[in-house]
C-alpha cells in the first residue's frame, strides 16, 4: 500500500445499540487525527442502511442489538461491500461469538475494555490491512480452531516454501499472542515501521490474509 494511501482519512460507521456508549466511541475517536466518523447507528439493520448510503471504510459493529444483530448486519455489509471493512467491537468474547463473527467476515474481533488510542490504532492498522487481535480474542480463537477446524478461520497452506526469517518468526510468534504492533516493537526493541515491514513480509510470504489466519498458521507450525 503506498504512501497516499496510508495518508487518507479512514472514514468509521460506529454501531452500537447504547447511545451512551456509541457517542462515546464516537466522541473519542473524532478527537484522533486521521479518523473521520461519518454516522451512528443503533441496530444492525439501520447500520446496514448507512453503510450503503455512506459507504464507509471501516465499521465497528457490536454483537447483540435490536432489529438485525451484529453478526446478520456483519454479512449483509460484506455481501453488499466486500471492500467495506467491519471490527466487531463488543463485551462477549465467548468462542461461539469470536467465531460466528468471522464467519460472517468480520476482520477483526475487538473488546471494549481496550484504550481508546489502542482502538483508534486498530481502526487505522485495519485501513492499511494489518489487523490486531484483543489477546483473550486470540487465545479462545486458536483453542477453538484447534479442537473444530473450519475454512473460514484456519490458515491456507504457505503460498512460498522460502523460510521466515528468525525476525519473522519472531513477529508470528507475538501476533498469535494477540500482542499490538506497538506491543511487538516495545519487546523486540525496534520501531513499529519494522514490525509493520515484517508483518507484511510475512503474511505475504505465507499467503495470509490477515493477523487472524497469521494467528492460526502460528499454531498450527508449533509457533504459538
Known amino acids: ?46 447500520a446496514v442502511d448507512m453503510a450503503l448510503a455512506l459507504l464507509p471504510d471501516v465499521v465497528l459493529m457490536d454483537i447483540r442489538m435490536p432489529v ?4 446478520a448486519a456483519t454479512a ?28 460472517a467476515g468480520a476482520s477483526g474481533y475487538l473488546l471494549k475494555d481496550m484504550p481508546d488510542d489502542e482502538l483508534a490504532d486498530a481502526i487505522r492498522l485495519a485501513r492499511s490491512g494489518l489487523l490486531p ?25 504457505p503460498a512460498s516454501t522460502e523460510p521466515l526469517t528468525p525476525r519473522e ?19 523486540l526493541f525496534v520501531s513499529e515501521g519494522t514490525i509493520k515491514n515484517h508483518i507484511s513480509n510475512l503474511l505475504s510470504r505465507l499467503g495470509l490474509r490477515d493477523r487472524t489466519q497469521a494467528a492460526v498458521y502460528a499454531r498450527d507450525h508449533g509457533l504459538g
Open 76 to 103: 449483509e455489509i460484506k455481501s453488499r461491500l466486500p471492500d467495506t471493512l467491519v471490527l466487531m467491537l463488543t463485551t462477549f468474547d465467548d468462542e461461539a461469538s469470536i467465531v460466528d463473527a468471522l464467519r
Open 133 to 157: 487481535l484483543n489477546p483473550a480474542v486470540a487465545a479462545r480463537l486458536v483453542k477453538a480452531a484447534s479442537r473444530a477446524p473450519d475454512r473460514n478461520i484456519s490458515a491456507p497452506e
Open 68 to 71: 438485525m444483530d451484529g453478526v
Open 1 to 46: 500500500m503506498n504512501s497516499s494511501d496510508e495518508q487518507r482519512t479512514v472514514r468509521v460507521l460506529v454501531v452500537d445499540d447504547q447511545r451512551l456508549i456509541r457517542e462515546g466511541i464516537s466522541s473519542l475517536l473524532a478527537l484522533r487525527p486521521g479518523i473521520d466518523v461519518v454516522g451512528v447507528s443503533g441496530d444492525g439493520r439501520a
Open 169 to 187: 518468526r519472531d513477529v508470528l510468534r507475538l501476533i498469535a499472542t494477540g500482542a499490538t504492533n506497538r506491543e511487538i516493537a516495545a519487546q
